[in-house]
RNA sequence: GCACCCGUAGCUCAAUGGAUAGAGCAUCGGUCUUCGGAACCGAGGGUUGCAGGUUCGAGUCCUGCCGGGUGUACCA
């Protein structure tokens, strides 16, 4: 069989069918019919996939129209040629029906043997893994994402990131990725010079002692006017206008307290270590509601001592040079903008700290792949940097920026409060759940007996869930339109559905009186025979292979739209045929599909940062 | 100006170069004396912005337009 058999009896259907393709491939080419060489191998595997339409089997290889012109034959004559190696392939007749005679232009259509099937779906069923096999080589993979600045409040902008990219480090971890996860904070920047301008121009000692957080904030809001200095802000704030007026020179003078922070300036620095705490406590308040973790949080500050190095390293390699008082690295023409590594006034850049970072962790953590989960603004830095560090000679480390679109409010403009203030994560979070409080206890028989606690974190998880699911649904790379009204919809592809189709697959088991454990344990044959029950069968062993496929694009939202696609092949087997009220065999093997299904759906959703409840 | 991203059903969105472009919402019809009906089955609705090109095959790749967004030397 294929290398992907785990010892728990675990089988990726398509990676086996794949490794039968490959043999086949390779015997077309042996054999003079065509000549393939290796490196194209991979592609042409690719090229295996599940079919679009359940009428034309299972899976289905199309490379023989794509082979056809090069082997001087005809689609249909190659594909014949593919079919005869592939029945032959070790491992083949084990788990697939003969292929029979190439459909259309070429089309080589394969079904899964029943029996094969019924098998790994028993395996499955009494698997920790669910029959998800892991990756055969484990990278190290650093995930870089969320990384706020922590001297503004968190807002929406910074869903995305946080969002896609902890589901992203759960998903490659559950492939067996050896993952890092990194907050990358932005503690160092000129955030922080308006912070330290504000404290000294225009604080409220009382307000801080009150509430450090919220004073902090208003001081970056306020001085961020104040350097912005645009006049129809001004207009509408009245105590920025006047700091204006008296502060003339407030924008350089902010960045010379940046400068004094990075110089080591005693008062300074003073400052910083006492503004940290607090803004780091406001963080973490927000990281642990999503039950969002890292590994690590190394911001800007801890790489601040290396960027004198990376600057004086690349001027001696010859990357780097001055230009108008300032240090870039100049990639393209002299037309095209350079990276800058160091302004004039002698201050580093995040492109300095996103450079030693990248050797930092080069050194430290030595990845295969870094994955850097920010937004597609920055999709030109990146590419700068990237360029860089390949010249610098960072090594063979994958540098992959996982961009994402825009959030946008209902108007389709970017997502802002009614008064145009960009809107706080936190207020965001509430809105979400209290507008969820409001759908569950709305009053049903599976709700009865709800204590008020049971009905907070039912209302807590539906809510938190909805909003991570509405983002993490849509393709990341469009901009996202938020809506509340939308992502807390009961039906359709959401949240709520998603958990209230766990809570109901698993309410069985309670309202059966059976034990689930037992029941994995005592190792029923699952039976496939009427369709509905094949095709579930089917979709839930499809688990594996669509992990792989979020893995390669970095896209979660093939996720979410597998899971919903199981939610409605249960729906139609548990419409269609009775599970308690079977008997014998019959409601063994639905039992355990059931089973298996509640935890696939349930597993998919953790993979996704997303909770379940029993009952809702 | 240049670069990148995006234009798909009335609306919100899917669709690793594959077979008849799919879901949800909305609209219309049907099923079952509810295993948790927040269900199931079905119908209508499309020149995938426009025009060429490559390919056995294009929503997807290439070129040119049109429309929208973003970025573009010292913020991150």
């Not at 191998?41 to 359940?54: F, K, S």
């Amino acid at each position: 069989m294929s290398g992907d058999g785990g010892p728990a009896g675990r089988v990726n259907l398509r990676s086996a069918l794949r490794q039968a393709f490959r043999v086949a491939i390779e015997g077309l080419s042996r054999d003079g019919i065509a000549s393939i060489s290796a490196a194209e191998i991979p592609a042409l595997l690719e090229q295996v996939r599940e079919t679009a339409d359940a009428a034309f089997g299972d899976y289905s290889g199309t490379m023989a129209m794509a082979l056809a012109k090069r082997a001087g034959a005809k689609p249909r004559d190659v594909a014949v040629e593919i079919i005869r190696r592939l029945q032959s392939a070790p491992g083949y007749a084990d788990l697939f029906e003969p292929p029979g005679d190439p459909v259309g232009p070429g089309f080589i259509n394969v079904r899964v043997r029943d029996d094969a099937l019924a098998a790994a779906v028993g395996h499955a069923v009494a698997d920790e893994r669910l029959g998800v096999t892991a990756v055969a080589e484990p990278q190290r993979v650093v995930v870089d994402f969320s990384s706020p600045n922590v001297a503004k409040p968190m807002h929406v902008g910074h869903i995305r990131s946080t969002v896609i990219g902890d589901a992203i480090a759960r998903i490659l971890r559950f492939r067996g990725h050896h993952v890092i996860t990194d907050n990358h904070l932005g503690d160092w920047g000129t955030q922080f010079g308006m912070i330290l301008w504000g404290w000294k121009h225009c604080r409220d000692d009382a307000a801080f002692a009150a509430d450090p957080t919220a004073e902090l904030g208003r001081l970056y809001r306020l001085v961020r006017k104040v350097a912005d200095a645009k006049p129809e802000e001004l207009a509408a704030d009245p105590v920025a206008a006047a700091l204006v007026a008296a502060h003339p020179d407030a924008a350089r003078e902010v960045l010379a307290e940046t400068a004094k922070l990075h110089e080591g300036d005693p008062e300074n620095r003073a400052l910083w270590e006492r503004f940290m705490p607090v803004c780091r406590g406001e963080i973490d308040r927000i990281y642990q509601r999503l039950h969002v973790t890292f590994d690590h949080t190394l911001g800007e500050s801890f790489f601040h001592p290396l960027l004198g190095g990376v600057v004086a390293d690349l001027l001696a390699a010859g990357l780097a040079r001055e230009s108008r008082g300032a240090i870039g690295v100049f990639l393209g023409g002299e037309d095209d903008p350079p990276l800058l590594i160091r302004k004039a006034d002698g201050a580093f850049l995040y492109a300095t700290t996103d450079l030693a970072t990248i050797r930092w962790r080069r050194e430290h953590w030595k990845p295969d792949r870094i994955l850097y989960v920010v937004d597609h603004r920055q999709s030109q830095h990146f590419e700068q940097v990237f360029e860089t560090a390949r010249r610098w000679g960072c090594g063979a480390v994958d540098l992959v920026h996982v961009a994402f679109g825009t959030v946008l409010g209902e108007d389709g403009k970017p997502f802002k409060t009614r008064a145009g203030d960009t809107v706080g994560l936190e207020a965001l979070l509430d809105e979400g759940v209290e507008r969820a409080a409001a759908i569950v206890g709305s009053g049903d028989e599976g709700r009865a007996g709800m204590s008020d606690e049971d009905r907070r974190h039912v209302a807590e998880t539906v809510g938190i869930g909805a909003i991570k699911y509405a983002d993490l649904s849509q393709n990341r790379t469009t901009d996202y339109v938020f809506s509340f009204d939308k992502m807390l919809q009961l039906t359709g592809n959401t949240a709520a559905y998603m958990q209230y189709a766990v809570a109901r697959v698993e309410g069985i088991f309670t309202k059966g009186g059976v034990d689930r454990e037992a029941l994995r344990r005592a190792g029923h044959g699952v039976q496939v025979s009427d369709p509905r029950e094949r095709a579930l069968a089917l979709e839930l062993l499809r688990f594996g292979e669509v992990l792989e496929d979020v893995e390669a694009d970095s896209r979660p939202n093939v996720l979410t739209a597998w899971l919903y696609d199981v939610a409605g092949r249960y729906s139609t087997f548990y419409d269609a045929l009775p599970v308690l009220k079977a008997a014998g065999a019959d409601r063994d093997s639905r039992l355990a599909l059931c089973d298996l299904t509640g935890r696939v759906l349930r597993r998919g959703l953790e993979l996704l940062g997303i909770g379940t409840v029993e009952k809702m």
